[in-house]
T-cell receptor, first 115, second 113 residues
Framework: DTGVSQDPRHKITKRGQNVTFRCDPI?????LYWYRQTLGQGPEFLTY????????KSRLLSDRFSAERPKGSFSTLEIQRTEQGDSAMYLC?????????????FGSGTQLSVL | DQQVKQNSPSLSVQEGRISILNCDYT??????FLWYKKYPAEGPTFLIS?????DKNEDGRFTVFLNKSAKHLSLHIVPSQPGDSAVYFC????????????FGKGITLSVRP
């Protein structure tokens, strides 16, 4: 039973550079979520996919952020022209519409540091 | 505006005693509540949940209580063990929608041997 996988685990970049993160959800899960967590805060919702359709985006997701899930399987989150305020843990989660428990399964996250 | 509030940032208890973690919410639409546990450098892992049609749910050492009128829930851990030391997040959702969870800021629990 493979859980949610995220790559890379850590990313250090310079301000102004572009970064891309990948998430592989649990294989039978059709819903995929991106969250961001900063120090001392809980995870904050960024965006959500059902299959390949991006159904909701938070106002936290500025124009510099874009997420895709091209074939309804893995997803990528790209941040363009990174800023120091983008430094955070980016968490991916997945769930199934057939599971009525509202439970999300999280990956280990990608820790982004923008210098 | 914080829709899910965990007002105590930390809690320290002796091994074997009860840990009580509290959570308040403001959004009346929330009808499903979950607790997640997080170790450093790992993602949150699901612990226990409760639907608004219940006022208590129990799973082993973990019990969650829901008081809808007060918009308050609590997680009880009995007996507490050193391995329970972690950050605990309360989360809420509107069931039947998109399972989007709204999280509190978390409580750091330390269980002293």
């Amino acid at each position: 039973d493979t859980g949610v996988s995220q790559d890379p685990r850590h990313k250090i970049t310079k301000r102004g550079q572009n970064v891309t993160f990948r998430c592989d959800p649990i294989s039978e899960h059709n819903r995929l979520y991106w969250y961001r967590q900063t120090l001392g805060q809980g995870p904050e919702f960024l965006t959500y996919f059902q299959n390949e359709a991006q159904l909701e985006k938070s106002r936290l997701l500025s124009d510099r952020f874009s997420a895709e899930r091209p074939k309804g399987s893995f997803s990528t989150l790209e941040i363009q022209r990174t800023e120091q305020g983008d430094s955070a843990m980016y968490l991916c989660a997945s769930s199934s519409t057939t599971d009525r428990s509202e439970k999300l399964f999280f990956g280990s996250g990608t820790q982004l540091s923008v210098l | 505006d914080q829709q899910v509030k965990q007002n105590s940032p930390s809690l320290s208890v002796q091994e074997g005693r009860i840990s009580i973690l509290n959570c308040d919410y403001t959004n009346s639409m929330f009808d499903y509540f979950l607790w997640y546990k997080k170790y450093p450098a790992e993602g949150p892992t699901f612990l226990i949940s409760i639907s608004s049609i219940k006022d208590k749910n129990e799973d082993g050492r973990f019990t969650v209580f829901l008081n809808k009128s007060a918009k308050h829930l609590s997680l009880h851990i009995v007996p507490s063990q050193p391995g329970d030391s972690a950050v605990y997040f309360c989360a809420a959702s509107v069931s039947g929608a998109n399972s989007k969870l709204t999280f509190g800021k978390g409580i750091t629990l330390s269980v002293r041997p």
